[in-house]
């Protein structure tokens, strides 16, 4: 069956250091991975999907299939990243659902 | 911007009764789902729908739970007799413009709590 860790449920960091959100997934045929986020009092909204490679408000993420993993990054962390963030897998045939990860709560402190 | 919207955002209800929340997708999408989320739990996956009909839906979608397109624009959930365990944040979400994009629309949620 399809799964997505988000081993973190909490995560804090000071602004300006690094972060790190981790994901790993279960699935044995090719995966679409993303990344949503959900700021306070927000809607779930995509960040950003492997498939396209993009950078977006400096975060980055790669697929690793060796590690089956899609970890999030950013090399500066900025006060308004404070927010959930939630790995996603979908898989063609899957009827384009999403499974996603428990989530991980990024705190950004000043 | 296009937005999925959802009504009502907050319902509350004797364990029983029977509860629909509706949602709008954004208009020319051909994909719907709603999920849920148990507070303090992960969001988990309840339905989809495309072409009028359920393509998916997981073991949480039992007898008790409904979905249905009436009139081109809205998709409702419908929850027969609720339980407590139902009680959850609702999301609905819609996409697929094109082959298996990937990008679904949520909308804000509908929490229900069941007394």
């Known amino acids: 069956a399809q799964r997505v860790t988000q081993p973190e449920k909490l995560l804090s960091v000071f602004k300006g250091a690094p972060v790190e959100l981790k994901c790993n997934y279960s699935y044995s045929g090719s995966p679409e991975l993303f990344w949503y986020v959900q700021y306070s009092r927000q809607r779930l909204q995509l960040l950003l999907r492997?498939?396209s490679r993009e950078s977006i408000k400096g975060f980055t993420a790669d697929l690793n299939k060796g590690e089956t993993s899609f970890h999030l990054k950013k090399p500066f962390a900025q006060e308004e990243d404070s927010a959930m963030y939630y790995c996603?897998?979908?898989?063609?045939?899957?009827?384009?659902?999403?499974?996603f990860g428990k989530g991980t709560k990024l705190t950004v402190n000043p | 911007e296009p937005e999925v919207t959802q009504t009502p955002s907050h319902q509350v209800t004797q364990m029983g009764q029977e509860v629909i929340l509706r949602c709008v997708p954004i208009s020319n999408h051909l994909y719907f789902y709603w999920y849920r989320q148990i507070l303090g739990q992960k969001v988990e996956f309840l339905v989809s729908f495309y072409n009028n009909e359920i393509s998916e839906k997981s073991e949480i979608f039992d007898d008790q739970f409904s979905v249905e397109r009436p009139d081109g624009s809205n998709f409702t959930l419908k929850i027969r007799s609720t339980k407590l365990e139902d009680s959850a944040m609702y999301f609905c979400?819609?996409?697929?413009?094109?082959?298996?994009?990937?990008?679904?629309?949520f909308g804000e949620g509908s929490r229900l709590t069941v007394l």
């Open positions: 996603a897998l979908s898989w063609q045939g899957g009827s384009e659902k999403l499974v």
């Open positions: 979400a819609s996409g697929g413009l094109a082959a298996n994009t990937g990008e679904l629309f």
């Open positions: 492997h498939i």
